[in-house]
């Protein structure tokens, strides 16, 4: 059996802000699925998390090195909500706080959480073989089992996998506190350093054994100049070492036939309940119950990488063509209020949730959908448009990382393919493939067929699952 110790800073039930929750939520249970790991997840225990889900005390007083003084933490292990054992690390002068990121300290509660995640590890006795890192907040950890491998014993064997979810998220902070972090000289210090700054998505990149990121487009796409956020030069450099291997889907908690959340079930031989969930989404919004006229919908952090800018540009449009619009997503000030303006400018067609909802509504309005709209400038791999199959809910997205690599365009002729897709980045191509949409939507048939491909497509973690199994493997004969 492989040891394998996954460190995340967010993961589904406990702490979530967007798709690395999820996908940290699912890959230990599915690597445990395989029968050849032992999988086990190291997070923060935050004030949002949910106490109910915690099973026991494991230390009351696990010591932390710590410049200033060392700390000492909490430790407690869930109960088995994802089959994995999972640690939270209680440090309340870093995670206590009403959000889970945006704290000008960021960089020191990551760096305290990599260093107690190496502790505990250490403490529990039997070394991981391998410490899977997660996007910038991990790759403190990354450094130090590099670091340690020279004089700790205990991480002598242990190599690092460091997977990159969104190479635009780097943790810069300032070099001068590199040496209070204890990586203050040598090749680990130097790692961290970028452009004057210091990074911790850099010291990851280029002190992991193997790297991975969320699909195949967007391995090539961060190796590109106009992809690679400053780092695609040592992304080139380190390219036999990164693979993408694209997320999966949890069906457990994604799935129109058992789905909890909605209102009615359905599955790909009966999708009477749709129509139901359809309505009830338009309720929930205040919509007047018009189960003809089609819904599009977005679920999105309010960022640019989004393609908000286009949604924008094309909102007039959309309305013109009479379909329903329905937004639910928190982020920047100028996206809220544009869409607060949006929805008081039309509100028999627009309904909008400004804020994070948490898991219910975004089932909702997964499930009462009709289309889902990803206009992604870029997007790693992007969970939605793979959620919107499973609930017959057709994705418009556009070509770009993960989006290119799960969504095939609907070809009328052959009968093939499962949503709508663009390349350009402008509103002008987003209205081509939403006006096609609706355009087959207009077909009960066609939009049928569409509706099949897309539900019938297997996107589960098994494969996914399988891939990091053979770079765990390649990483230990490194
Ligand atoms: P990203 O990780 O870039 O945000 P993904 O598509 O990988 O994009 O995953 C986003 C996840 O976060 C999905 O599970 C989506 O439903 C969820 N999500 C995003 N915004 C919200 C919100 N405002 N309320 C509830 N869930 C949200
Ligand atoms: C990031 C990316 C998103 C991806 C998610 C999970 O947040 O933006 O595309 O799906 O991580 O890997």
Redesign the pocket.
């Known amino acids: 059996m492989l040891r394998v110790a996954i460190l995340s800073s967010e993961a589904v039930p406990f702490a979530?802000?967007?798709?690395?929750?999820?996908v940290a939520g699912a890959l230990p249970k599915a690597l445990i699925r395989t029968g050849e790991v032992d999988a086990s997840l190291v997070m923060p225990l935050y004030q949002q998390t949910d106490r109910r889900l915690l099973r026991e005390l494991l230390f009351d007083n696990l010591e932390v090195e710590w410049t200033g003084g060392n700390r000492h933490v909490r430790v407690f292990l869930s109960e088995e909500t994802i089959s994995a054992p999972v640690f939270l690390i209680d440090a309340p002068e870093y995670f206590a706080r009403p959000n889970v990121y945006g704290y000008s300290d960021d960089h020191t509660r990551y760096a305290f959480f990599c260093r107690a995640a190496l502790a505990l590890l250490k403490r529990l006795g039997r070394a991981p073989d391998v410490v899977h890192g997660n996007d910038w907040p991990c790759g403190f950890a990354i450094a130090e089992v590099r670091a340690r491998r020279a004089y700790d014993d205990f991480y002598r064997q242990t190599r690092t996998l460091f997977s990159i979810?969104?190479l635009a998220y780097q943790g810069a902070f300032d070099p001068r506190d590199l040496g209070y972090f204890g990586f203050g000289w040598g090749e680990v210090h130097d790692a961290f350093l970028s452009e004057g700054a210091a990074s911790a998505l850099k010291a990851g990149l280029m002190l992991a054994d193997a790297l991975s990121t969320v699909s195949r487009r967007y391995s090539f796409e961060i190796q590109t100049p106009e992809q690679g956020y400053g780092l695609d030069w040592l992304l080139r450099q380190r390219r036999e070492r990164l693979i993408g291997v694209t997320?999966g889907v949890d069906y457990d908690a994604w799935n129109p036939a058992t789905d909890s959340h909605v209102a009615a079930n359905f599955n790909a031989y009966d999708l009477s309940g749709k129509r139901e969930c359809k309505l009830d989404l338009l309720r929930r919004f205040g919509l007047p119950e018009e189960a003809e006229r089609p819904v599009v919908a977005i679920?999105?952090?309010l960022v640019a990488?989004?393609g908000y800018d286009l949604i924008r540009e094309a909102a007039p449009a959309i309305l013109e063509t009479g379909a329903f619009f329905i937004a639910?997503?928190?982020g920047a000030q100028e996206y809220e209020d544009f869409l607060q303006s949006l929805r008081d400018h039309a509100p028999h067609r627009v309904g909008v949730?400004k804020?994070?909802?948490?898991?219910p509504?975004?089932h909702q309005i997964e499930a009462g959908a009709d289309m889902f709209l990803m206009p992604s400038l870029y997007?790693?791999?992007?969970?939605?448009q793979m959620?919107s199959m499973r609930y017959g809910t057709i994705p418009i997205v556009r070509a770009t990382g993960g989006l290119d690599d799960t969504v095939e365009n609907f070809d009328r002729a052959r009968g093939t393919g499962n949503g709508f897709k663009f390349g350009e980045y402008s509103a002008r191509a987003m209205l081509g493939s939403i006006y096609e949409a609706l355009f087959a939507y207009a077909d009960k048939d066609v939009w049928r067929r569409i509706q099949l491909n897309g539900m019938r497509a297997d996107n589960s973690w098994d494969a996914a699952a399988r891939k990091y199994v053979e770079v765990y493997r390649a990483v230990m004969r490194m």
């Open positions: 979530k802000t967007g798709g690395l929750g999820d979810h969104n997320n679920i999105s952090r990488q989004k639910l997503g928190a949730f804020g994070y909802a948490g898991e509504l975004a997007e790693p791999c992007g969970l939605n959620y």
